[in-house]
């Protein structure tokens, strides 16, 4: 099947490259999530329909400096703003790919969005995906190759990304990011221990869904969802059953 997490990668593939300083994949990921629902879900189309609520990206979490979420559903205020106490359903997206190293940090964001959202309105329903990278070396494009390059030089660059020439990994040697055999499965577990909560259990500070994501992105070659991976995650399988999640809740707990 085709998930949102295929639509951001075939984005990739386009550009040539994972830019991770960017909020495209994110965008990408809740926009086709929030179609999802839209299409299976009765309750949620709804609302959105009726203007009941509506959706916003990027919009700076409550009490939390700067931190955005990446979208959220939620009734507006009388300026045509969201309100930030009626959110029904956050979603964020995070991804470590480059330098699991990262996942720390990007773990962290997680948790304080989560806090931050149901800290306002604790029966939100808030969920995340998160991209997580099985290759061993990947071509550091946005930070390093790209300062490299002068703007010429790197647009005759771009057409080899993501083709699978492997001579890029040589010639631009200083650019490669390096991960360990653990790197891809420690990031696995860390994301893990993200609790999620059940319906009915709103008093709980906890996701309401996580979906972690194996895919191969190193900016040489095409890069794809590891639907086949040693960590048992089925991604068709837990995709449907995350839209699931969301849905029922949704309706559990917003629906008159």
């Known amino acids: 099947m085709s998930t949102p997490f295929d639509d951001a990668l075939s984005a990739i593939r386009t550009v040539g490259?994972?830019?991770?300083?960017?909020?495209?994949?994110?965008?990408?990921?809740?926009?086709?999530?929030?179609?999802?629902?839209?299409?299976?879900?009765p309750a949620i189309a709804g609302d959105l329909a009726s203007g009941l609520v509506f959706a916003w990206k990027n919009v700076v979490s409550p009490g939390d400096r700067g931190r955005k979420a990446d979208l959220i559903v939620s009734e507006p205020l009388s300026t045509g703003h969201p309100d930030m106490e009626r959110v029904r359903l956050a979603i964020e997206n995070k991804s470590v790919v480059t330098a699991h190293r990262n996942r720390f940090a990007r773990f962290d964001d997680l948790t304080k969005v989560r806090k931050s959202v149901l800290g306002a309105q604790p029966k939100a329903i808030v969920v995340a995906t998160v991209l997580v990278g099985t290759a061993r070396k990947v071509l550091n494009v946005p930070d390093v190759l790209k300062k490299m390059l002068d703007p010429d030089r790197f647009e005759e660059v771009r057409p080899r990304l993501s083709s699978g020439d492997d001579s890029l990994f040589s010639e631009f040697s200083r650019a490669v990011s390096a991960n360990t055999d653990r790197d891809f499965k420690e990031s696995i577990e860390l994301f893990r221990t993200l609790e999620t909560r059940g319906i009915a259990e709103t008093h709980r500070d906890a996701y309401d869904s996580v979906l972690i994501v194996p895919v191969m992105i190193d900016n040489v070659h095409s890069p794809r969802i590891e639907r086949e991976n040693s960590v048992g995650i089925n991604v068709d399988a837990e995709y449907e059953d995350f839209l699931k999640k969301c849905c029922r809740a949704y309706t559990a707990r917003f629906s008159s």
């Open 17 to 41: 490259y994972h830019n991770h300083r960017r909020e495209t994949h994110s965008d990408i990921v809740s926009d086709r999530i929030l179609a999802d629902l839209k299409a299976r879900c």
